[in-house]
């Protein structure tokens, strides 16, 4: 999967769950917004946990790549 496929995947997993949770509540903007903030926070927990030592490792390089993609990521 790649870093886009992979953002995406990520972005809509969170959008879903958080729609679906709100109901009517859940303003398309607001919902957007947090799916993104949670996305990113999922992507940096899982950068924060590398150890020095894995830190130039190609899945730490994939991980920035889909960070990237969030950070950019327009419905």
């Not at 947090?34 to 992507?43: D, M, P």
Request: net charge negative; glycine share 4%; hydrophobic share 35%.
């Amino acid at each position: 999967m790649t870093p886009k496929e992979k953002a995406e995947e990520l972005f809509n997993y969170y959008h879903n769950l958080i729609q679906d949770i709100g109901g009517e509540l859940g303003q398309e903007i607001l919902v957007s917004i947090l799916a993104r903030h949670c996305a990113l926070f999922a992507v940096n927990t899982l950068l924060k946990d590398k150890h020095p030592t894995e830190d130039f490792n190609e899945t730490y390089y994939y991980w920035e790549e889909v960070e990237h993609e969030i950070e950019n990521y327009e419905e």
